[in-house]
């Protein structure tokens, strides 16, 4: 199974922070995802990339950038944070979007 | 608009009886759903998926069932065991985006020992 490996568990920024989460997957698969999760909303999908330098906004991408320079990671920029940004943000990765693989999640607070 | 609805947002069912967690959907173009299940503090994780062109599957203790006709399909944990409890997210691929699943918001099973 493929390794989705998130940067930081747990997060703590100020308003107006900028706020980079890190993300790396070990098995060389195109596709990888951001959601975040909030409670009675289920996961939302914030910007996916299906190749380097490529990238696809998802349902809620404002406020949100993100990167991805090598194959293996996936870079999700908050430029100003926000209190309504404190959330569960997940990464996934997959070859195709009928698996994909998660990994365990940055929650973030901003205060 | 949800295209994908879990309309219970718990469940509670005491050890070795059946969990029925249930889904509905709008869009009768998907042409595949999959469960996944999170526990707290960890990613989700892929459970089980269907075909639209199938109307079961079936791995271990866990079967899915799908009646296009009712845009509807259910997972059944059977024995259900308190190392189930957890969220249980229905989804499916987006028809118009090559790269989106929709996500229901998820039914918290909790299992009784």
């Known amino acids: 199974d493929v390794k989705v490996t998130q940067s930081s568990r747990y997060l703590v920024k100020r308003t107006g922070e900028k706020v980079f989460l890190e993300c790396v997957q070990d098995m060389d698969h195109e596709n990888m995802f951001w959601y975040r999760q909030d409670p009675g909303l289920g996961l939302r999908l914030i910007y996916f990339?299906?190749?380097?330098?490529?990238?696809e906004k998802g349902d809620i991408p404002e406020g949100y950038s993100v990167s991805r320079e090598k194959k293996e990671r996936f870079s999700l920029i908050l430029e100003s944070a926000s209190t309504n940004q404190t959330s569960m943000y997940l990464c996934a990765a997959g070859l195709a979007i009928r698996k994909l693989f998660f990994g365990s999640g940055t929650q973030l607070s901003v205060l | 608009d949800q295209q994908v609805k879990q309309n219970s947002p718990s469940l509670s069912v005491q050890e070795g009886r059946i969990s029925i967690l249930n889904c509905d959907y709008t869009?009768?173009?998907?042409?595949?759903f999959l469960w996944y299940k999170k526990y707290p503090a960890e990613g989700p994780t892929f459970l089980i998926s269907i075909s639209s062109i199938k109307d079961k599957n079936e791995d271990g203790r866990f079967t899915v069932f799908l009646n296009k006709s009712a845009k509807h399909l259910s997972l059944h944990i059977v024995p259900s065991q308190p190392g189930d409890s957890a969220v249980y997210f229905c989804?499916?691929?987006?028809?118009?985006?090559?790269?989106?699943?929709?996500f229901g918001k998820g039914t918290k099973l909790s299992v009784k020992p």
């Open positions: 990339s299906y190749d380097v330098k490529m990238k």
């Open positions: 989804a499916a691929p987006d028809t118009g985006s090559q790269g989106n699943l929709i």
């Open positions: 869009n009768s173009m998907f042409d595949y």
